[in-house]
């Protein structure tokens, strides 16, 4: 007994053709250089960063335990700046994005919807 392929899960019979030309072009290829010197850089650097907390928290113990003002101390600013951090490249993408990748993001979805017809 034969199972047959339900042709809907067939990735090769969904796959669209005009893909395959757009993947190729100038347009697509600069679009995901912009992203990707946007978010490996940032990555790297917020992983370095988390990292430097980790590793402060887990060895540094004195340095971390400092008190500041009253009962708040270094480990709980450095903690409260990560969410800092997170929020400040969240915001940098975004206006990243926007100026950077949308326009030609657009563009690019413009001819994909053009060669589809």
Do not use: C
């Not at 709980?76 to 800092?84: C, I, K, P, S, T």
Request: proline share 3%.
């Amino acid at each position: 007994m034969a199972l047959e392929k339900d042709p809907s899960h067939d990735v090769a019979a969904r796959h669209d053709p005009v893909y395959d030309s757009m993947a190729e072009s100038a347009d697509f290829i600069e679009l995901r250089r912009r992203y990707r010197s946007f978010v490996l850089p940032a990555t790297a650097v917020f992983l370095a960063w988390f990292l430097l907390y980790v590793v402060m928290s887990n060895w540094a113990g004195d340095f971390m335990s400092q008190k500041i003002v009253g009962n708040i101390n270094v480990a709980l600013v450095f903690g409260l700046l990560q969410f800092l951090t997170t929020f400040l490249i969240a915001y940098a993408y975004s206006r990243y994005s926007t100026a950077r990748l949308d326009p030609l993001a657009e563009s690019l979805n413009s001819v994909y919807e053009g060669g589809k017809r």
